[in-house]
């Protein structure tokens, strides 16, 4: 079936480290995103791109570096120079609205809880 | 994007239809309203989205009001898996919008926590 995949569910890091975060798409979207969500809050935008070897920051990219080398795959690096990173991290693909002005939705992958030690 | 305004929590009994408001006093004419639902520790579920006209499909009615200043989600006949919290958000179409800025700037507020109880 088609879908999005995060993995890992789960991760826990110590202080200063830094760690990357996949989502794979195999909905053959063009467009794919990166969110953050603290507890009770909703989402904010960290990365989007919408063509490979291309990617914009969103509203709170600092502390985070993303890649996207294949149009399956966004890979999210949230870096030590990132102040509070423990959060819950969504990704997210969508039709390339560029290609399209029809209105579409956005899917969303299952999330990675990332814990700092 | 236009804010929005929607209560912090609502109950509604299992098999009940389950009306949730949204304000979007500020919304302009070329922004449509977009339902998403988060069931706890999950990705947001896109639910339906309207510009003018009301909307129906499997999931769910929305429901815009002729000044389109407020929007209410339908779901007709609420389930305990309907518990979720429930975001309204009002955003430009796909594709529209200065230099594509626009692009998945879908702006999640805090929703509401819908509580389906037996």
């Known amino acids: 079936d088609g879908g999005i995949t995060q993995s890992p569910k789960y991760l826990f890091r110590k202080e200063g480290q830094n760690v990357t975060l996949s989502c794979e798409q195999n909905l053959n979207h063009d467009a794919m995103y990166w969110y953050r969500q603290d507890p009770g809050q909703g989402l904010r935008l960290i990365y989007y791109s919408q063509i490979v070897n291309d990617f914009q920051k969103g509203d709170i990219a600092e502390g985070y570096s993303v890649s996207r080398e294949k149009k399956e795959s966004f890979p999210l690096t949230v870096t030590s120079a990132q102040k509070n990173p423990t959060a819950f991290y969504l990704c997210?693909?969508?039709?390339?609205?560029?290609?399209?002005?029809?209105?579409?939705?956005?899917?969303f992958g299952e999330g990675s809880r990332l814990t700092v030690l | 994007d236009a804010k929005t305004t929607q209560p912090p929590s609502m109950d509604c009994a299992e098999g009940r239809a389950a009306n949730l408001p949204c304000n979007h006093s500020t919304i302009s004419g070329n922004e449509y309203v977009y339902w998403y639902r988060q069931i706890h520790s999950q990705g947001p579920q896109y639910i339906i989205h309207?510009?003018?006209?009301?909307e129906t499909n499997e999931m769910a009615s929305l429901i815009i009001t002729e000044d389109r200043k407020s929007s209410t989600l339908i779901l007709p006949h609420a389930t305990l898996r309907d518990t979720a919290v429930y975001y309204c958000i009002v955003r430009v179409g796909w594709g529209e919008g200065a230099g594509g800025t626009s692009y998945g700037k879908l702006t999640f507020g805090q929703g509401t926590i819908l509580t389906v109880h037996p």
């Open positions: 997210a693909s969508s039709i390339d609205v560029r290609r399209e002005v029809s209105l579409r939705e956005l899917f």
């Open positions: 309207g510009l003018k006209n009301n």
